[in-house]
């Protein structure tokens, strides 16, 4: 039998390329419709939702002396997913400003149809005539090639039952999904277009629960396993285009996903030819990361985290005091290399959560060693995960209730991450989260930034038979975007921060975010109402 090797599996992953779909769809409102305009008029088209895909515009135009246009039109284009992106204020966060939705473009026939060539997410469209001409233009038409590889069809209606606030935090977490379910699982269609694995992890769940598009998470893992660093550690990100490469960044807990997402995939498809060509990778995972969950140097931020210029293309990203809240609500300003993400919050100690993932992962991994019959593989795992699981037992402390990390911090995201690890039994898991719960009420305690982070949060309260907490969270938390109007879940959300951003303004941020999209998952999965 033919080794698998990095060419063996890029070629199945060109093989299960898959075809988008599209439809057309036009404004449901044009601020500035029946005017004629020049030199600086605008118009600003709503979409009513949200969508991604190539906009295509047409004008009328006037001369005095009834003649054609006599010089090209210049026009500026600015998309926002939401409105106030469109707002003029600085920026001078890290991320590079070719991620701003802008384009100038010269129309040379004004009297013709035009379609921009490059694919933007937005709900909204601000479209102004820049420059002076000896003639003027009105709006006469405009529609969207909207693109997904989601099959809308495919979505299953909810029950009659569920209430009209779930039924809206559904619809909006299928449209975040759906938006981001391009040529890959993007993680936003805005910015940044990458296939990341931490977002795969969650975007494969929901899918599987909704569209069902399970050859796009094969595809998906494939790119994964045939794009390795050196050591066998899989790349957090990859590019799909313009050239297919993966991502300097290896994130020890995205890298563990990979796990996590192929284990799901096997539970949703029973395909075992892929479980069996992809165990090498996933096998690779758990053991390449081993050696560094011992280390708490891979838990903590520090001072030469903060010296890494290359995190954001050597700019300082900046989070001013007065944009948040507390420090607990900040948004964490760094993304290095051979760490745990698990949140941008900053002051996050993250002993907890990293073991709690790793534990998860490898029992993960060992399921399937069981499954392909590697015995061998799972006397391994069940050796290296071991030691972890005696370390989580010494966090938990009887006196409070909770899991405590040598810092003393108390934090969500180390309860929920201890639960998920299934290291407790259910009565001290629900403990555990009540605790938590109740602390969250009004108590000390570092709190999660992020959809993703919220996600583990809901889940350990499933894991804990908390089911109604769990479901008040997802009210409380995506139901809050919704009741702000939000058509797709964001990246970062912080109740009452809007300005709350990891990239120094919120005009970097994502307005649909694939981690953000799970939702569905939960209430598809447990019949939340």
Known sequence: MRENSGAHYLEKALSLKPLLNKKTVRPVKVTGEGEWLRDGGSLLLDFGTHLVGRITLALDCRRDDDLSPDSPLLVEFKFAEVLSELEERPYSGGMSRSWFQHETVHIDNPLEAFTLPRRYAFRYAKITFTANTSYSVRYAGCTVT?????????????????????????????????????????????????????????????????????????????????LPHPDGLVSSAVFHEPVLRGQAWILHDYALFFIGTLADYYRATKDVETLRELWPVALRQAEAVAGSVHSDEYFHEDESIHADEDVHGGEDVHTDEDVHANADTR?????????????WCPSLD???????????????????AGILKRSKDAQRLAGIVGPGIARMRGYFRVESGLLVP????????????????????????????????????????????????????????????????????????????????????????????????????????????????????????????
């Open 331 to 343: 948004v964490a300003e760094y993304l290095p290399a051979d760490r745990y993400f698990i949140d």
């Open 350 to 368: 993250k002993t907890i959560p990293a073991e709690g993932v790793f534990i998860m992962m490898l029992k993960e991994a060992s399921e399937l």
């Open 406 to 529: 040598a810092s003393g911090q108390v934090s969500v995201l180390s309860q929920a991450f201890g639960v998920l690890s299934g290291v407790f039994d259910k009565a001290t898991s629900r403990v555990i989260m009540k605790n938590t719960l109740a602390l969250m009420d009004g108590g000390d305690i570092v709190r999660p930034v992020t959809p993703f982070a919220m996600h583990f949060l809901a889940e350990a309260l499933v894991a804990a038979d908390l089911r109604r907490d769990a479901l008040k969270l997802i009210k409380d938390y995506w139901g809050g975007m919704v009741k702000e109007g939000a058509d797709c879940f964001y990246e970062v959300y912080v109740p009452g921060n809007p300005d709350a951003s990891p990239y120094g303004s919120p005009l970097m941020n994502s307005y649909c975010h694939a981690w953000s999209c799970t939702p569905a998952y939960f209430i598809r999965k447990y019949g939340f109402k």
């Open 146 to 226: 909207a693109v997904t590889s989601a099959d809308e069809a495919a979505i299953a209606p909810l029950p009659p039952q569920t209430s009209s606030l779930v039924r809206k935090i559904d619809e909006t977490a299928v449209r975040t999904l759906r938006d981001c379910m391009q040529e890959v699982f993007e993680d936003g269609p805005k910015r940044d277009r990458r296939l990341w694995l931490g977002d795969l992890y969650l975007q494969a769940r929901t899918n599987y629960y909704t569209f069902g598009n399970n050859d796009l998470v094969k595809r998906c893992l494939y790119l994964f396993a045939g």
